[in-house]
């Protein structure tokens, strides 16, 4: 079965530290991969994606993340928070062609700590 | 350029009324989708109109239906409404670049509370 799994509900991390939220998934094609960031009573916001090539892609707003093929997982990262990070984080999944139906993780909820 | 546009924002009805919602995509998009997004499901996918033909959908009641108009604006209808179709409704919209898919861009969504 095609599914995300976003293993960390909530993270609370301090101004300025690093951070690293995880994403796994299954999915029976060679997937497209996106990160997605939604504030409060917000619609998402696309923060990267990784159709193909180099598998570390860079985004908006400093984050990055990795593909790994072998490990099923396309992890965001960013080197240090700001305040303003603090929102709710998606990662999903989506096919090459034909179709947008994409599959949402569960989310994490970033909480920055002054 | 404008993004995605979502209209109304809010909405409150009443169990058993039917509601229409509205989604602008970006110019020049003509693929639509749109989802469902509560606290106990998540997001779950509705359907996807592209050159005003359903493409996909998603597992819902035929309750929910909807439609593309020539222009690739699109609207959602929910007819006999039941309290558990309180969410946040998204519209992305999407760029067909050749045969391979681009990503979807989101709005601001509307979000309907039924009383």
């Known amino acids: 079965a095609q599914s995300v799994t976003q293993p960390d509900i909530h993270i609370t991390v301090s101004e300025g530290a690093s951070l690293e939220l995880r994403c796994n998934y299954s999915?029976?094609?060679?997937?497209?991969l996106f990160w997605y960031v939604q504030s409060p009573g917000q619609g998402l916001q696309l923060l990267l994606k990784?159709?193909?090539?180099?598998?570390l892609v860079q985004g908006i707003k400093g984050f990055e993340a990795e593909f790994k093929r072998s490990q099923s997982s396309f992890n965001l990262r960013k080197p240090s928070v700001h305040w303003s990070d603090a929102a709710e984080y998606f990662c999903?999944?989506?096919?090459?062609?034909?179709?947008?139906?994409?599959?949402f993780g569960t989310g994490t909820r970033l909480k920055v700590l002054a | 350029k404008a993004g995605v546009t979502q209209t109304p924002r809010y909405l409150i009805k009443t169990r058993g009324q039917q509601v229409t919602l509205s989604c602008s995509p970006i110019?020049?998009?003509?693929?639509v989708s749109w989802y469902q997004q509560t606290p106990g499901q998540g997001l779950q996918f509705l359907f996807e109109?592209?050159?005003?033909?359903?493409?996909n959908k998603g597992n819902f009641p035929g309750r929910f239906s909807g439609r593309q108009f020539s222009n690739s604006r699109s609207e959602m209808n929910v007819s006999t409404l039941e309290l558990g179709d309180s969410a946040l409704y998204l519209c992305?919209?999407?760029?067909?670049?050749?045969?391979?898919?681009?990503?979807?861009?989101f709005g601001q969504g509307t979000r309907l509370t039924v009383v």
């Open positions: 990784y159709f193909s090539g180099d598998t």
């Open positions: 992305a919209s999407s760029f067909e670049k050749g045969d391979m898919n681009t990503e979807a861009f």
């Open positions: 110019s020049g998009h003509r693929s």
């Open positions: 999915y029976g094609a060679t997937p497209y």
């Open positions: 109109y592209f050159s005003e033909t359903q493409r």
């Open positions: 999903a999944v989506g096919p090459a062609l034909g179709t947008y139906k994409y599959i």
